[in-house]
């Protein structure tokens, strides 16, 4: 959300850009390395909730998705893509799904972990 105010230009410029939230209800990444290498003690990663994105965007005059089924992933994204002007697609996603690849504490992209069993 640092740069959700960007929204009021691509509706005033009617561009045609599509933004998809990975929302997870925290800051995942920061949370996974919380929980890899700090040992689960979470500070200010996880939220619980999330705003509404779909009405945030239509707020900005963008169109807003919300996407919340693995099986609506082609028509939510086709419907985005087809809309003429932004549009904000919020794709809910497991709270506890990590992302791989992940670079392990101290180490560089040449040393990236591709599960958890390798940090």
Do not use: C
Request: proline content about 4%; aromatic content about 10%.
């Amino acid at each position: 959300m640092m740069t959700l105010q960007e929204l009021s230009v691509a509706a005033r410029e009617n561009l045609d850009v599509t933004v998809i939230v990975l929302n997870n209800e925290a800051i995942g990444m920061v949370r996974q390395w919380q929980d890899a290498f700090f040992e689960g003690r979470h500070t200010a990663s996880e939220y619980g909730w999330m705003p509404e994105f779909e009405a945030i965007a239509e707020a900005f005059g963008a169109k807003g998705f919300t996407l919340e089924r693995y099986d609506a992933v082609a028509d939510t994204l086709e419907a985005a893509f087809a809309h003429d002007g932004p549009s904000v697609v919020d794709a809910r996603i497991d709270p506890d799904e990590n992302v791989y690849p992940m670079v392990p504490s101290g180490g560089d992209n040449s040393g990236f972990a591709l599960s958890e069993a390798q940090l």
